[in-house]
């Protein structure tokens, strides 16, 4: 099956700090790269997205990198929050805009 | 505006029972639509895909089963739930104009 390798599992992070989640994918064909945020007992939500003709992309505190030759990609958390606190994950589209998704990596940004 | 709606939030099944857990979308035609579970420190996996009435694709097999018998409407069925089907489950769509997904609230199955 086709895999999103995402890392690490878990993070904590001082307020005002910087937290990075990394993900690798094998499969080339993967055309869209998104991030999804997740807090407890609710469905994931749509945070940042990058296409691989793009190196960066940033949105407010939110940045993704992504080197297409290295096949991996990461999330940037800028001056992280307490309320940026959740679980996220990466993801890669395939065929029919199937999205497979790494394993999620649970951030606790401490006050 | 599109909304998406999952429908129970939390069930509590015995082993052997029966499911039916549906997702309807508003405000949108012809959407993608796919089934996902989630387990704890496994990420989320996808069930089921639709491009379509009557169109269902399998990725997992499992005790599982779906159906699209409307356009904006997708469900999640077992005739016989196992333990091992217990999982937070989560309906999303999306468009060809738009790349990325909208989830579902979910719903938290438990079997008993």
């Known amino acids: 099956q086709q895999q999103v390798k995402q890392s690490p599992q878990s993070l904590i992070v001082q307020k005002g700090g910087i937290s990075i989640i990394n993900c690798a994918y094998e499969n080339t064909a993967f055309d869209y790269f998104p991030w999804y945020q997740q807090f407890p007992g609710k469905g994931p939500a749509l945070l940042i997205a990058?296409?691989?003709?793009?190196s960066e992309k940033k949105e407010g505190r939110f940045t993704i990198s992504f080197n297409k030759s290295a096949k991996q990609f990461s999330l940037h958390i800028m001056d992280s929050q307490p309320g940026d606190s959740a679980t996220y994950f990466c993801?890669?589209?395939?065929?029919?805009?199937?999205?497979?998704f790494g394993k999620g990596t649970m951030l606790l940004v401490s006050p | 505006s599109q909304t998406i709606h999952q429908w129970p939030a939390t069930l509590v099944q015995p082993v052997g029972s029966p499911l039916s857990l549906e997702c309807t979308v508003e405000?949108?035609?012809?959407?993608?639509l796919y089934w996902y579970r989630q387990a704890a420190g496994r990420g989320l996996q996808l069930l089921f895909y639709s491009v379509g009435i009557g169109q269902i694709s399998s990725e997992v097999p499992q005790n599982l089963s779906a159906s699209r018998p409307q356009d904006r409407q997708f469900i999640l069925s077992s005739k016989k739930l196992l333990l091992s089907d217990s999982g937070f489950y989560l309906c999303?769509?999306?468009?060809?104009?738009?790349?990325?997904?909208?989830f579902g609230s979910g719903t938290r199955l438990t079997v008993v």
């Open positions: 999303a769509w999306n468009s060809l104009r738009n790349y990325g997904y909208t």
């Open positions: 990058i296409r691989p003709d793009v």
């Open positions: 993801a890669a589209r395939g065929g029919y805009s199937t999205l497979t």
């Open positions: 405000g949108t035609s012809n959407p993608n």
